[in-house]
């Protein structure tokens, strides 16, 4: 009986062996090291996920610099970088110090093959980097419109998601001018394991730069615009804590994104873009618009800041006649609004390079993450409402208004700011606040005398004091200026009294399914399946044939 037993044993392991299911127990890298992976667009489809991580959060021009330098200076082993644009000089100058100081760090570069208003910095930067022994490649010509993403990994462990490229408009010097961005850096290895998936899918569709064929560009020019800005947020954000972390990318899931974004809110959203355009042709951007539209419609108070440029006065007009506040990004401080961003509820927030076009929705590669964490959305909405209190606001009446907290609760005193610096030249004489709570009647207080000064350091913000209210209590304030002599009537908005908002509620936004996480062992069973068939089928069959002996 014993014998017979080794006997089926043995069978069974022979047929096993032979099968492959031993060499797969027996190798360690089967279990340690995943197989690499040849990724399609297609597959890099919506996942959140959740985890415990650190986060630091900065912004352009006020500490985007630091920050940035401060993560390419702690890499030990690596960093890729996949981004539109680079005329820097400066950050060149940074990765010649790296080569210097750490002769084994490997870098990777991959940059957009037909980044407008890059090209010969880009064939510059190319050039001097192949000479100092790191490989460049353009992102694929085929796949994508144009590649305006803007993301680095470090080390395998940190991503940075950018809303600019890296140029001195996004990462300056200190005193000089440049553009709102937006920053995010994730310390995880999770997550990065995700961008890291898409930077090596495009890198292996990448095209090798070659100087003979692509060209060797002019040197980068050190010259930059000084500025007065005084850099409130030049001290980054440093976070920790669990938080709902979902990556979205063009073409693949940033519309879907977006839509999340804008879906799931109750009671805010504020978006800051540099553009609309294709608004009425059917696409991507009109989704987007309708989405924005239905927030109002549903009782959301919702804020854009945007700048004069592609169908500025089409889309200001639409949002105009959906009682939706638009202004414009301050030209004095900043050279250009270029980020891409959306809060939500004061609680989720999208750090982006995702424009508001149908191209770079549908046809580009685009990058960006949606981060759902109260304290590091209330980071992001500090620096919202500072562009809002110094933001050109000529589209709706020259009067412009916001409050703190942005979602006041029952115990809350609610502080009501009137901004005038649009008007303060011409003299004002006289500012009014109406206030409407709930259904009653309307209530007019003159604010002339309550004047503090604004960033500028001019006495021209106004402010009134509403006592706390109710839970669920809907405030409805419109401003008036008087100046020159003429009165300007700013547009209604509704302050919501919320001591809670509930769980994010969202509508689908897509056919997509995100895809479940399968437990491990499950897939390694299913996967062994049919060689656990045939190794029970072969001790059937010695069973048989001992029995017909």
């Known amino acids: 009986m014993i014998n017979n037993h080794h006997r089926i044993i043995s069978i069974f392991m022979v047929t096993l062996l032979l099968s492959g299911f031993i060499p797969l127990l027996v190798s360690s890298d089967s279990f340690m090291v995943e197989p690499p ?97 790191y490989p460049v490649r353009w992102t694929s010509d085929t796949e994508f419109d144009y590649a305006h993403q803007k993301f ?39 997550v990065t394991q995700y961008y890291r998936n898409v930077f090596d899918y495009d890198w292996s569709n990448g095209i090798e730069y070659d100087a003979g064929t692509h060209g060797t560009g002019d040197p980068l020019s050190y010259s930059e615009t000084s500025s007065t800005y005084l850099r409130p947020f030049a001290t980054p954000g440093k976070f920790s804590g669990p938080m709902n972390v979902t990556p979205i990318f063009s073409p693949d899931t940033s519309l879907e994104g977006i839509l999340y974004c804008i879906n799931a809110a109750q009671v805010t959203l504020d978006i800051q873009i540099p553009y609309f355009t294709n608004w009425n042709a059917s696409g991507s951007v009109e989704q987007i618009l309708d989405a924005i539209i239905a927030a109002k419609n549903r009782g959301v108070t919702v804020r854009v800041i945007s700048e004069e440029d592609y169908d ?80 050109d606001f000529d589209h709706i009446g020259d009067v412009n208004l916001y409050w703190t907290p942005n979602i006041p609760t029952s115990t809350s005193e609610i502080n009501v700011t009137v901004y005038a ?48 209210q109710a839970d669920g209590t809907n405030i409805t304030v419109q401003a008036s200026v008087t100046a020159g002599g003429v009165m300007h009537v700013g547009m209604e908005m509704v302050i919501r009294v919320r001591d809670s908002i509930g769980s994010v509620i969202t509508t689908p936004t897509s056919p997509t399914t995100p895809p479940t996480t399968a437990d491990p062992l499950m897939e ?25 002996r």
Do not use: C
């Open 37 to 133: 992976r040849v990724f399609t667009p297609s597959e890099f489809t919506w996942q959140t996920l959740n985890r415990n991580m650190n986060v630091t959060t900065f912004v352009s021009p006020d500490g985007s610099h630091d920050a940035l330098w401060h993560f390419l200076n702690s890499a030990q082993e690596s960093i890729y970088v996949e981004i539109f644009g680079i005329n820097n000089p400066y950050l060149l100058d940074l990765i010649h110090e790296l080569h210097s100081t750490k002769p084994t760090l490997e870098m990777k570069f991959l940059i957009g093959w037909n980044s407008i208003g890059y090209f010969n910095p880009n064939d510059y930067v190319a050039n001097n980097l192949t000479l100092l022994g």
């Open 152 to 190: 680095v990994i470090i080390d395998n462990k940190t991503t940075i998601v950018h809303s600019g490229n890296w140029a001195k408009t996004s990462f300056p010097e200190d005193g000089m001018k440049a553009n709102r961005e937006w920053s995010i850096a994730m310390t995880d290895t999770e």
């Open 312 to 391: 500025y006065e089409e889309v200001a007009a639409l949002f105009h006649v959906n009682k939706i506040p638009i202004v414009w990004q301050d030209t004095r401080w900043f050279s250009a609004n270029h980020n891409k961003g959306i809060i939500v509820d004061g609680r989720i927030v999208l750090i982006s390079s995702i424009n508001y076009s149908d191209n770079s929705i549908e046809d580009n590669r685009e990058a960006g993450v949606i981060i759902e964490n109260e304290e590091v959305a209330q980071w992001y909405q500090e620096v919202f409402d500072f562009d809002w209190s110094i933001a």
């Open 421 to 468: 610096h649009e008007l303060f030249s011409t003299g004002v004489t006289d500012v009014s606040l109406g206030i409407k709570i709930g259904a009653g009647s309307w209530n007019n207080y003159s604010i002339t005398s309550n004047v503090f000064e604004s960033a500028e350091g001019d006495l021209e913000n106004y402010f009134y004091v509403i006592s706390p």
């Open 524 to 548: 390694l069973i299913m996967e062994l399946l049919p060689y656990i068939v045939m190794g029970l089928v072969a001790i059937i069959a010695a069973v048989f044939v001992k029995r017909r």
